[in-house]
């Protein structure tokens, strides 16, 4: 009788290599596909940048132009809430980060009474709803008889915005080494000179990340906004109130240069970082 060899090992050796190749690749599909999802509404955003729409919605694709993107003030207040909206950020993230970098430098380097006090307000902002901080400095703002507008804004968007500084930057100085600032103290350093030479430049990362932070938080925002505008527009506003009547491809074109300036200044970022790194090896 003659014999026939069975191919089952085989197969249950391929099998075997494909389950294996699966589990040590399963991590890398599921980022795959968890960034394609965070990342779509954004690729819709800017695709639909490029439409031209015939009538006042953007919500269904009707040929590409650049038109959007060439009078991309071609709806009225749009310019003007842009304006204000990249001046409240520039203001509120300066002044936030400057005041918060400050804090924390108070924390972390020196015990004083109220300390744990502090601590607990700074977070506080960080795990409050909006619509309880807006209503809130609302309520403050119509006791203290202030006239709604440009100020309320910028002195909500500062309040908020200094608590992910000093989250930020007190990171960077948990683990900063206190030795390089008493090695160039011993040097002939004084105080002044060691926080120029040694500290501010070690911390540099981090107070810039929590600028650029603060910025992306304080042109974002609406709900804070909305409670202590007044008859100010800022973008966020704008958007809200275009969507109730139309949705104009200038929003969208709008929305992909905040998206794409924010983008460049992370991979700036980044690429100093990377660079500094490199050169202090």
Same mark, same amino acid.
């Given at each position: 009788m003659s014999s026939v060899a069975l191919p089952a090992p085989r197969k249950r050796g391929v099998l075997a290599r494909a389950l294996g190749f699966a589990r040590r690749q399963a991590l890398t599909v599921y980022s795959l596909l968890f960034f394609a999802y965070l990342l779509l509404p954004i690729a819709i955003v800017i695709a639909f940048s490029f439409n031209h729409p015939t009538?006042?919605? $953007?919500?269904?694709?009707?040929?590409?132009?650049?038109?959007?993107?060439?009078?991309?003030? #071609?709806? @009225? =207040?749009?310019?003007?809430?842009?304006?204000?909206?990249? %001046?409240?950020?520039?203001?509120?993230?300066?002044v936030a980060t400057v005041l918060g970098t400050l804090i924390a430098l108070a924390l972390v380097r020196y015990g004083f009474r109220g300390r744990g006090t502090t601590n607990i307000l700074i977070f506080l902002p960080l795990s409050t709803p909006e619509i309880v901080l807006g209503a809130s400095l609302l309520t403050l703002?119509?006791?203290?008889?202030?006239? !709604?507008? !440009?100020?309320?804004?910028?002195?909500? +968007?500062? /309040?908020?915005?200094?608590? !992910?500084?000093?989250?930020?930057?007190?990171?960077?100085?948990? #683990?900063?080494?206190? +030795?390089? %600032? %008493?090695?160039? /103290?011993?040097?002939?350093? $004084? %105080?002044? /000179?060691? !926080?120029?030479?040694?500290?501010?430049?070690?911390?540099? @990362?981090?107070i810039l990340a929590a600028l650029l932070l603060c910025f992306a938080i304080s042109i974002d925002d609406f709900v804070v906004t909305y409670f202590n505008s007044g008859s100010k527009v800022t973008f966020p506003l704008f958007v809200w109130g275009a969507a109730r009547v139309g949705a104009p @491809?200038?929003?969208?074109?709008? =929305?992909?240069?905040?998206?794409?300036?924010?983008l460049t200044a992370m991979l700036a970022n980044v690429l100093i970082q990377t660079y500094r790194s490199k050169g202090a090896e």
């Open positions: 009538g006042k919605f $953007n919500y269904t694709w009707q040929g590409f132009t650049w038109d959007n993107w060439r009078y991309w003030d #071609g709806v @009225p =207040g749009i310019r003007s809430a842009i304006i204000l909206s990249l %001046e409240i950020a520039f203001v509120a993230s300066l703002f119509l006791n203290l008889n202030v006239i !709604f507008g !440009f100020w309320t804004i910028l002195i909500a +968007h500062i /309040m908020f915005c200094i608590s !992910f500084a000093v989250v930020t930057v007190k990171a960077r100085l948990v #683990g900063f080494d206190r +030795h390089l %600032e %008493e090695a160039a /103290m011993d040097l002939g350093a $004084n %105080e002044w /000179m060691t !926080f120029q030479k040694v500290t501010l430049p070690l911390i540099a @990362p981090a @491809p200038q929003v969208n074109v709008i =929305g992909t240069a905040i998206f794409l300036v924010a």
